[in-house]
């Protein structure tokens, strides 16, 4: 299983950007899909989420500013990012767990995203 993800980068604040992760190797059923951040020296932390059923969570900071979707057939998970703030600036992980058994939980490697004030 890979998590390819790509997208980030520098941008200023009040700007947008768009983060994509392609999976192979995975289907998604009964997973799911998510984003999340670590900036530096914090916590890794959930960004947003996306279930193979389309049911949706936000961290309450990227409420009403950020997108998450997903497209099944594709086996793609996007992160659209709006309005970004200096506080967005992290690395920024895909993920995709299984819902039900068998368990797994996959990572791709991280994309940085760096918004300048």
């Known amino acids: 299983v890979q998590l390819q993800a790509y997208g980030g980068g520098l941008v200023q604040a009040g700007g947008s950007l768009r983060l994509s992760c392609t999976a192979s190797g995975i289907i998604f059923s009964g997973a799911v899909m998510g984003w999340y951040r670590q900036a530096p020296g914090k916590q890794r932390e959930l960004v947003a989420s996306?279930?193979?059923?389309?049911?949706?969570n936000y961290a309450d900071s990227v409420k009403d500013r950020f997108t998450i979707s997903a497209d099944n057939a594709k086996r793609t998970v996007d992160l659209e990012m709006k309005r970004l703030k200096p506080e967005d600036t992290a690395v920024y992980y895909c993920n995709v767990r299984s819902m039900f058994l068998p368990r797994y939980n996959y990572w791709g490697h991280g994309t940085e995203v760096t918004v300048s004030s």
């Open positions: 996306i279930t193979s059923g389309g049911t949706t």
